[in-house]
């Protein structure tokens, strides 16, 4: 028995909690920060306390993300989001918890996806709590700005991008059209703390299942790490599967290190739910 068919023994059992991160959607053309794609090494995320204290940094991070947006409104799901809605769609799932900001679960079909760290498709105003779509920021932005012609050199998993100096000098940002608050894409920045409600949920989520598979996430940074620390110490079967090793290796049953694309569709068939377009059913 190869790997991939003893992690699909383990996931036929079901009651699986899927905890996804960046580097399921690098086969989507967003690259993650660490992993093979990863830019980490030369992009340095925009920072909550950066965003709301510096007006200038804010107008560097939206004339950037203005650009990064199209990238990632342009994803479509891969084969390794497609799987986990069949995996889903097959009953073996208690849930998807992802601290991905693209929406590439849903759009894959996926239902009750848990975002950890927000969705770039949503603003909210940090003074009123007024939300509306990314769409309609982004035409917001077009028509204060006809004039910007920048293209974006690449595009990161928060949707930044990296961007001269030089197509800064003239971008406007725009304020909330109800009380002419400070606008923010509806994610959690690095330095921000997500809503204890939403961590709770995920808590429970965790402990209610009878598996942890994780998808491609370095488990780096605790937001992340909590959960498969939470199923570790409760006994919970922590499944990794990721390019390159991750900070919870020591804590998981078994791990695979190859790209998710590849594995995860033969996942789906071992553990019994048939890999189809989803069209088709």
């Avoid at 204290?53 to 084969?79: E, Q």
């Avoid at 004039?147 to 690449?154: D, H, I, K, T, W």
């Amino acid at each position: 028995m190869d790997r991939i068919d003893a992690l699909a023994e383990l996931v036929a059992g079901g009651d699986v909690a899927v905890l996804s991160g960046a580097g399921l959607s690098t086969e989507s053309g967003i690259p993650d920060y660490r992993g093979p794609s990863g830019l980490a090494r030369r992009h340095t995320p925009m920072t909550y306390q950066t965003f709301t204290r510096d007006p200038a940094a804010r107008r560097r991070y939206w004339a950037r993300s203005h650009l990064g947006w199209r990238s990632i409104a342009r994803a479509v799901p891969n084969a390794g989001h497609e799987a986990v809605a069949r995996l889903q769609d097959a009953g073996l799932l208690t849930g998807i918890l992802t601290q991905n900001v693209d929406g590439l679960h849903q759009a894959a079909g996926a239902s009750g996806v848990i975002e950890l760290h927000g969705n770039l498709a949503r603003v909210v105003c940090l003074d009123c709590g007024n939300a509306v779509g990314r769409e309609e920021l982004d035409r917001r932005l077009r028509e204060a700005n006809p004039g910007f012609a920048a293209e974006a050199v690449a595009v990161n998993p928060d949707g930044d991008v990296e961007l001269d100096d030089g197509y800064l000098a003239g971008f406007r940002t725009v304020d909330c059209t109800l009380c002419g608050g400070v606008l923010k894409p509806d994610v959690v920045f690095f330095g921000e703390s997500v809503p204890p409600a939403r961590v709770a949920e995920c808590y429970a989520l965790v402990e209610r299942s009878r598996v942890l598979l994780v998808l491609g996430s370095s488990l780096t940074v605790m937001s992340g790490r909590r959960f498969v620390v939470r199923a570790a110490k409760l006994g919970i079967p922590v499944l990794i599967v990721n390019q390159g090793p991750t900070r919870g290796d020591g804590y998981a049953l078994m791990t695979v290190d190859a790209p998710l694309g590849t594995v995860l569709p033969r996942l789906v068939t071992a553990a019994g739910s048939p890999v189809s377009p989803r069209s088709a059913g």
